[in-house]
Every structure is written in structure tokens, then in C-alpha cells.
């Protein structure tokens, strides 16, 4: 570890001396925001009650189109209501531990930091009821975010010590956000994880490739597939702002999360959510498309500059990521590339770097010897783009 980092280490990571940002510091939703999220969430009921129908009628393959592998144990095919009080919207990422991080109790469930904290028990009741209005209050008595988040402040500053200003990560202080002050930006390992992104699509050369594609075209499409509760979409349009259009699939039941986060925080501008028979528009920001609404839009909803997934298509079937590959490869331009982080880490997990590489000739493992340290984030494509393959750190020294 550099000398820098190390003082720094020694320095910041006791909990004493960290800032925090805590569940009460948030911006609540007005009660018009949340009035206008309620159509929307009818929307995502709507999706959700009539997939299989929709499915069965157009002669889909149920395999494909409905949750599978992990995800068909986490989503049930029916039953579901979503969310729409005020609390449960307000604090929308209490709910969404998609990277199995519950912020609500600031632990993973599967490897437990903080054990004995009843935490379990908590997230299952927050999961069987509504978010109580005294949650504010529950939380700042149980939880200590400063000594739950001490052990990611050196991690982090190393994320961004070399990143430039523009392409740090800054979450939007609203839906139940919390974590470490730094930078001037809320840390949490979401957000973090979000920054390795960022730096890994900046040092894949990825970002380098958008600027150009806007710089040509005026603007760039990207297309992401389980976006989770929509982070990385975020980071993204708050740097290429309104030249970047977004495209989000995913389950029904997941994109209740992103649909709410990225209109909610964009104020709805720009922000639409697909349903059968509709339009795509000629112009969007944020676009939220049912995953087995694909087959049906597909020719409009390309071309498409970049094609993202990350850590979901391991959790999908090897049906499912076929799909996807085979997707990507119909919608990407000639000269469009996928940015992929996902590796096999469980039993159950596919292999979907064995799937894309039967789809796209060209495949570089990103590699940063300063902003990332994950080893499993790669680009492809069906040609060589000098842009991306003839430089090994395109986030080597920049200072724009
Ligand atoms: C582990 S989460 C990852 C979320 C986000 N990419 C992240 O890393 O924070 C997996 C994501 O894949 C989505 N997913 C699962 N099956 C899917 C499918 N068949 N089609 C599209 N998305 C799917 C889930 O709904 C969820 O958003």
C-alpha cells in the first residue's frame, strides 16, 4: 500500500473521526412526488399481473421470459403487490439489497459484520409490513453508521484518489440513503461498488468511446439488463447528462425499484415505462422495459452504443443470458461494445463469460493499476475498436 494511502488508512478509518450521513439528513419526497409515482407503480402492477398471459398469448418461451435460476426462488409468479404508501416509496433503498447489502441495517445477511444485532429480524419485519413513520428514530437508537462503514473509508479512497471530479459517484440524498461523508459524497457499498463501475468503464476505455459516439452522433444509447434499483444508470446520466439516453430491463418486480429511484430523482423528465402496445419514444432519458417486453420492441429500441450487466447474468439460466447475448448482438451498432462484471462464485451460478464469448470474437478483461481492484469487468464486441483494445488503462494519468 503507497505511504499516502497507508497514513491515510491509520488516519480515517476510526469511526470517531468519520462524517456521516444518517437516514434523518435525507430529503423526503414531496407529496407531490409521491402522488406522481402512483401511476407509475400501477404500471409496474400491471406488468407484473399480466406477464404470463402476455407470454402464453404471443407464444413466448415462459423459460426465458419469466424469472429463473435464483431469481425464480426470490420472485413469485403471481401474488405480488407493490409498494405505493408514502414511507415504503420515501425510503425505497431500505428495500433493495440487490448486491445482498441491507442498507437498513447497514450488514449483508450471508456474511454478517455486525452479528447479534437482532438485524435478521428487522429486515424480515420491514419486509412483511410497511416502514414504520418513527424509522428515523429506530434507526439512529439500533445502528451507528460511522462504526458499520469504517471499514470501507480507505477502500473508497482509493476508488477515487486518481478518479476526476466529474466521474465520482454522488447518490442522490433521498429514498433512505445513508453512509460515510466523503468527497462530498455519500459512501456506502453500494455506492462504492458503483464507483468501481464508473472506474472500471473508465479505464476499459468505455467512456472514452461514449464521448466520441456523442461527439459524432450528439448523443449515445445504452442498454442495461438488471439494473437492480438503478445506481449505475444514475452515475451515468449525471455525467453525459441529457446526450445520454437509458435504457433499463429487468423483471417487473425490480423495476418497481429503478422505475421509482431514476423518475423520482430525474422528477420524471424524460422517464417512461414501456407497456405493451405502446411507443417508444423518438427522445428519452430513462427508458424502464419489462423484460419479456424485449421480443415485442426490440427493432425500436435500437441501436444501442453499450450493452451492461452486472453481477446478474451469473444469477439468470443460460438460457436467459443467451437470450440476452443474442440481443445485444442484434441491437449494438457495428462499432457498440458490452460492458459485463460477473463471474461464478456459487454453485448455481452460469458462466456467462463462456455465453458472450460464443457471441462477441473480441473480449478485454479490464485491468487499472489505479482506480479499480476487481478483476471480472469486461468489454466486448463483434469488431476491433481501436478506441477500446489498443490502450490496457484508458484511466491511466487523465486529468479531464
Ligand atoms: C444481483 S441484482 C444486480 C443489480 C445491479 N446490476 C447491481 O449490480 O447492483 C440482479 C438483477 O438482475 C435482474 N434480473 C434477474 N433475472 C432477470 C431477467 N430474466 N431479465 C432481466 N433482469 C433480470 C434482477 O431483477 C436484478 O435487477
Excluded at 458503483?194 to 461527439?215: E, P, T, Y
Aim: aromatic share 10%.
Amino acid at each position: 500500500m503507497p505511504i499516502k494511502n497507508f497514513l491515510s488508512y491509520l488516519t480515517r478509518t476510526r469511526a470517531a473521526d468519520l462524517r456521516v450521513h444518517t437516514l434523518k439528513a435525507n430529503y423526503n419526497l414531496t407529496a407531490e412526488q409521491h402522488a406522481r409515482c402512483l401511476p407509475l407503480v400501477a404500471g409496474i402492477q400491471r406488468l407484473y399481473d399480466n406477464a404470463t398471459a402476455y407470454i402464453d398469448q404471443r407464444g413466448l418461451d415462459r423459460a426465458v421470459a419469466l424469472a429463473a435460476n435464483e431469481w425464480a426462488d426470490l420472485v413469485p409468479v403471481a401474488e405480488l403487490k407493490f409498494r405505493t404508501s408514502y414511507n415504503d416509496i420515501n425510503y425505497l433503498r431500505l428495500g433493495a439489497p440487490f448486491i445482498g447489502y441491507y442498507l437498513m441495517i447497514l450488514d449483508r445477511l450471508d456474511r454478517r459484520r455486525f452479528p447479534g444485532d437482532g438485524g435478521e429480524d428487522l429486515v424480515k419485519e420491514l419486509a412483511s409490513g410497511s416502514i414504520p413513520d418513527d424509522i428515523v428514530e429506530i434507526h439512529a437508537k439500533r445502528f451507528n453508521v460511522a462504526e458499520r462503514l469504517a471499514h470501507l473509508a480507505s477502500e473508497y479512497e482509493r476508488f477515487v484518489e486518481n478518479v476526476p471530479n466529474r466521474y465520482i459517484v454522488a447518490a442522490p440524498r433521498m429514498f433512505g440513503e445513508m453512509g460515510l461523508e466523503m468527497s462530498g459524497v455519500v459512501v456506502n457499498p453500494d455506492t462504492s461498488m458503483c464507483q468501481s463501475r464508473i472506474n472500471g468503464l473508465l479505464a476499459g476505455g468505455v467512456i472514452d468511446k461514449l464521448w466520441s459516439d456523442i461527439a459524432r452522433r450528439g448523443r449515445a444509447r445504452i442498454l442495461e439488463v438488471g439494473p437492480g434499483y438503478g445506481a449505475l444508470a444514475y452515475a451515468l446520466k449525471s455525467i453525459f447528462k441529457d446526450k445520454l439516453e437509458c435504457i433499463c430491463v429487468d423483471l417487473p418486480s425490480s423495476l418497481y425499484y429503478s422505475a421509482l429511484y431514476l423518475s423520482v430523482s430525474r422528477d420524471g423528465d424524460g422517464c417512461h415505462l414501456l407497456e405493451p402496445d405502446g411507443k417508444v419514444p423518438e427522445r428519452f432519458d430513462h427508458l424502464f422495459v419489462a423484460n419479456y417486453l424485449l421480443d415485442e420492441f426490440a427493432e425500436s429500441l435500437g441501436p444501442i452504443d453499450l450493452a451492461v450487466n452486472t453481477m446478474s447474468f451469473p444469477e439468470m439460466s443460460k438460457a436467459q443470458v443467451s437470450f440476452y447475448a443474442e440481443m445485444f448482438r442484434r441491437l449494438l451498432r457495428p462499432d457498440g461494445v458490452v460492458f459485463d462484471e460477473n463471474g461464478v462464485f456459487l454453485p448455481h451460478h452460469v458462466d456467462s463469460d463462456a455465453i458472450l464469448a460464443a457471441v462477441f470474437p473480441y473480449h478485454k478483461r479490464v485491468a487499472s493499476i489505479l482506480a479499480i481492484d476487481r478483476n471480472w469487468q469486461s468489454v466486448w464486441s463483434t469488431r476491433y475498436i481501436g478506441e477500446i483494445f489498443d490502450r490496457s488503462d484508458a484511466a491511466l494519468n487523465r486529468s479531464d
